[in-house]
């Protein structure tokens, strides 16, 4: 069946609109790498899309991982998205597979108190989330951090996961029980395994949320030490008043888009599926 | 029949996958979001001991502030805005790369989620780095038609600086709302467009008669969905990009929340706005609720 656009110039035209909004996309991409290799020279002297002069700087990345200590950040930010992950996926996944399969006394009421938490603005538990962690001494560490991502993105991985084990069939639970296993035997060995899709679309969406948070970062973390990415690039940016480093700071930024873009491409479809089911709560 | 000894299995699974998530949901999000809603009766500095109750002493504080009604009005002006930008691009490019039959389609899709999975604080440096007076690239692009060099403040202006932070945050969010749209018209049977097209129906008719009242649903999801995490997350790109200033002009709640609490440490007047937050995003959602309902009868 031929559909599509038959006036060719009104074609041309929509093709147009999405090549520049793709443009609008890529280029600043691009121009992160490039401004990445400039001086401040060049920034001042030059037009904003100048290509950098030879040679190109590439001791800005360097320089931005030794002297600003990136490698320390960029290691923070692997810990704590890691552990978050890790972590929010157990506790949610198992209490999504109660909630899918069994069915218990609050159990319903239990599921809509976690639905009803994504409505809740998360600013509003920012300051007494400040104080319960300063009492229990978790301010700056990362342990501190792993706790509170863990907890706000559990409604999240209960929400698509109890979609998905309900999606399963219940015959497997029986064959498996039938075959001697213990529930947890079963949960482990048989539905974990099964439910893997489901998994790594919440983890890879999780880990996108995790790694870009801001917020929550400069609010429970202030030595310089512990900081992660997102929080050093706000403190870069707000040191360029007093000193400018525009090319360190690309590079910089740099560092923080390649490892969610390399995510992104590999787990492209996922990361689809994923809002598509998290969005329709 | 279960056994005795089976039924306490059972029980006990139940509650080893239930109480930890359960615990540690309600320790860190629903103890500190019910404190929040108790700070907001305290006059509290958040470094001495003494918190006084002094009830909606903070409420009456923060409406007799004109920052919190600019605030309040910077919030709306940027839902309203976002919700005009997104969904009209979102719809556009959802329907161009399902119906239009384009190649590159897929690849235009990947691209124009990418801005979706890049940190906030990114794109607010990004954008701050667009607008820069002395090497911004929007003075730049403006002096190629004039004589001179043009050196305007774009994050400077008190009236219209929060127009400045729409492009931002309508380039940021569209992709989301682009997937989601774009799942839902492949959710369309085929055949309804094909009976359209032996009519001789146009792209436009097919659109407002077909892929609008049967996409309705994740059009209202969008529009809530834009209209939430606005009010309660939009300062994160007002906070990088501009502080709230010049003069608390492009001020939203979350940053003002924000600025009282961690930087004057007026926290009990922080987390009276805080609950202004949630009591707004929630009236705001009834209220889009019963418009939308009604202009989907309308049009169905």
Known sequence: ?281 | MESGSAKWQRRLFIALFIIPTFAFFCLFTIYPVAKGLYYSMFDWSGMSQNKDFIGFDNFIEMFKDPIIWRAIGNDYFLVLGKVVGIMVLATFFAVALTRFNFKLAGFFRSIFFIPNVISVVVIGVLWNFIYNPQIGFLNAFLSLFTDEKVTITWLGFTNHTIWMLLPPAIWAGIGFYMILLIAAIQNIPASYFEAANLEGAGQWKQFVNITVPLIWEQMKVSILNIMMTTLNGSFVIVWIMTEGGPDNSTQVMGSYLYQMAFRQYHFGFGAAIGVLILVLSLITTVLLQRLLRHESVELS
């Open chain 1, 1 to 281: 069946m031929k559909s599509g656009i038959r006036n060719p110039i009104v074609k041309y035209a929509f093709y147009a609109i999405l090549c520049l909004w793709g443009l609008s996309v890529l280029y600043p991409l691009l121009w992160t790498l490039l401004d990445a290799l400039k001086n401040n020279d060049q920034f001042f002297r030059h037009l904003p899309w100048a290509l950098p002069d030879f040679p190109l700087l590439w001791s800005n990345f360097s320089y931005v991982w030794d002297r600003y200590n990136f490698d320390s950040y960029f290691l923070n930010s692997i810990v704590i998205t890691t552990g978050s992950t890790v972590l929010g996926l157990l506790l949610a996944a198992t209490t999504a597979y109660v909630l899918a399969r069994y069915k218990f006394p609050g159990s319903g009421a239990l599921y809509l108190l976690y639905m009803a938490s994504m409505m809740v603005p998360f600013i509003l538990a920012l300051i007494p989330l400040f104080f319960l962690m300063n009492s229990m001494h978790l301010i700056n560490t990362k342990i501190g951090l792993i706790l509170v991502y863990t907890s706000s993105v559990l409604a999240f991985g209960i929400f698509v996961l109890v979609g998905f084990f309900k999606s399963l069939p219940k015959e497997l639970e029986e064959a498996s029980i039938m075959d001697g296993a213990s529930y947890f035997g079963t949960f482990f060995r048989v539905m974990l395994p099964l439910s893997q899709p489901g998994l790594i679309t919440v983890a890879i969406v999780n880990v996108l949320n995790i790694w870009n948070e801001y917020i929550v970062g400069t609010i429970l973390v202030n030595d310089p030490t512990q900081y992660t990415l997102p929080v050093e690039i706000g403190v870069m940016q707000a040191e360029m008043q007093y000193r400018t480093e525009w090319g360190p700071l690309f590079a910089a930024l740099f560092f923080t888009i390649v490892p969610v873009l390399l995510v992104y491409i590999v787990f492209q479809r996922r990361i689809a599926s994923g809002i598509t089911a998290g969005a329709v709560k």
